[in-house]
Structures are given as C-alpha cells and as structure tokens.
C-alpha cells in the first residue's frame, strides 16, 4: 500500500485520515487492536490540528523493516504553537476544555512518539511496530 497525505481542514478529514492509517496497519497485516491503537492516535492527533490549529496534513507511510511491521505518520500544522510543552505532555493538563488525555494518551498508544512545536510549526511523529514472526 502506497502512502497516503490527507489534508485536514473538519471532521471529516479526521475520519479519512484515521481511516486510511487503519487501511494501511491491516494491509501490513496488524491485528485489530494495534489498528485500532493507530486509528485512535490518528484522530486524536488530527483533531487536535482541527481544534488548535484550523488546518494542517496528515501523512501516513509504511516504514517497514526486514524485521519490523511499521506504520509512521506525520501530523503537522503551522497554527499558534504549543505553549508549553511539557505541560501539554501531562496527563490531566488541557487547554481545550477536555480530560488533557490527548497527546499524554497517545503518547501511550505508539511505539515512538515525536514533537516539536512553535508558532507556526507544530509537527508530531508516531510509529506502530512489530516483530515479524
């Protein structure tokens, strides 16, 4: 499966992105739960770019290895910037209103969470591995 980029501007970009990030975990052959994992860090992340940003993209790659099933996906915007990272980093901080489970939860999901963050430039990599049998 080839990679895809989604831009995201509304929730229906969130449910294509998120889609496609499923697609391309099952395609790799992922389990369901890993797939699931993936879709719920895509959406979280996506709608973060909807809610903070306005708009931004969505890239989605596979980053497979001789040893390694592996899905990475980029999650970008050039909206205000995260403030304070390392707060936005902590379970129960939220700026938006929520439960601040967001970037602290889908930290959790992933194998390897990046991000950077400034106004004008805020960019999140995630990765989903596993070992080939």
Do not use: W
């Not at 992340?45 to 903070?52: G, S």
């Not at 991000?115 to 999140?124: D, K, L």
């Amino acid at each position: 499966m080839k990679a895809s980029r989604v831009e995201i501007r509304g929730s229906t970009d969130v449910v294509t992105a998120r889609r496609d990030g499923r697609d391309m975990a099952r395609v790799l052959g992922f389990g369901s739960a890993d797939q699931t994992r993936l879709a719920t860090a895509i959406s979280e992340l996506t709608r973060n770019v909807v809610q903070y940003a306005g708009s931004g993209f969505c890239e989605i790659e596979n980053a497979s290895s001789p040893n390694f099933m592996e899905v990475r996906v980029v999650v970008g915007d050039s909206g205000p910037g995260i403030p304070d990272l390392g707060e936005a980093l902590r379970d129960g901080f939220s700026t938006g209103g929520g439960l601040g489970a967001g970037l602290p939860g889908t930290r959790r999901l992933v194998h390897s969470f990046d991000i950077i963050s400034e106004p004008g430039n805020t960019r999140v990599e995630i990765t989903v591995r596993r070992r080939r049998s």
